[in-house]
């Protein structure tokens, strides 16, 4: 019953995540932080199969720790653009390997050199594209209908956290589970920083 949902504005980019870890019908945590933040003006929210840390926490930190590796050697952090294709292709490449990771991810940030923000949505087939706003889990059922309809990309930071709160009490309120608690981060030309809703 995972879901995470992102959205881009002017100038900055939401990312928000359940903080549910459970498997089958067995909740085993509510603290649980599924957005990871991988260079000052980069995050990456991941899901995949319940249970399965292999494919989730592992692949999220293979990924902050290889991000981490590229900033030490070359002493400047990817970009947006360039993390996502770099992910792309370790999933892409992970897909013809024995054992595939199964985790989808939505990857954001701000990038410095343009002022902008971008979004990524990026599925467990290696599948991906920019997107102004997306969504990952059941929760995206509910929330890409609101999200097509009230998302302004010239919208305001206030603006972007209530259309994100539209979309998670429109999940809190027809998702047979719902998750409950969310983490909200926040990105833009200051770097991450996290929010409570």
């Avoid at 995972?2 to 509510?30: C, H, N, P, Q, W």
Wanted: one cysteine or more; a positive charge.
């Amino acid at each position: 019953m995972e879901t995470s949902f992102a959205l881009t504005g002017k100038g900055y980019l939401i990312m928000a995540a359940d903080t549910t870890a459970a498997r089958s019908i067995v909740k085993m945590k509510v603290d649980e932080d599924k957005i990871k933040a991988l260079s000052p003006h980069l995050l990456m929210a991941y899901s995949g199969e319940p249970g399965k840390t292999r494919d989730t926490v592992q692949f999220a930190e293979y990924v902050e720790r290889n991000i981490r590796l590229y900033q030490i050697r070359n002493l400047y952090p990817l970009r947006p653009a360039a993390a996502a294709s770099w992910i792309r292709r370790a999933l892409a490449t992970s897909l013809r390997s024995r054992k595939p990771y199964s985790v989808n991810l939505l990857l954001g940030g701000y990038d410095t050199a343009t002022h902008d923000p971008h979004l990524y949505w990026i599925d467990y087939l290696g599948t991906m594209t920019e997107v102004p706003f997306a969504a990952h889990g059941y929760g995206a059922y509910f929330a890409l209908s609101l999200l097509d309809r009230y998302h302004d990309p010239e919208a305001t930071l206030e603006e972007g956290l209530a259309t994100l709160r539209r979309c998670l009490d429109e999940v809190a309120k027809r998702l047979v589970v719902s998750p409950g608690k969310y983490k909200v981060k926040i990105v833009d030309k200051d770097g991450v920083r996290e929010v409570e809703l």
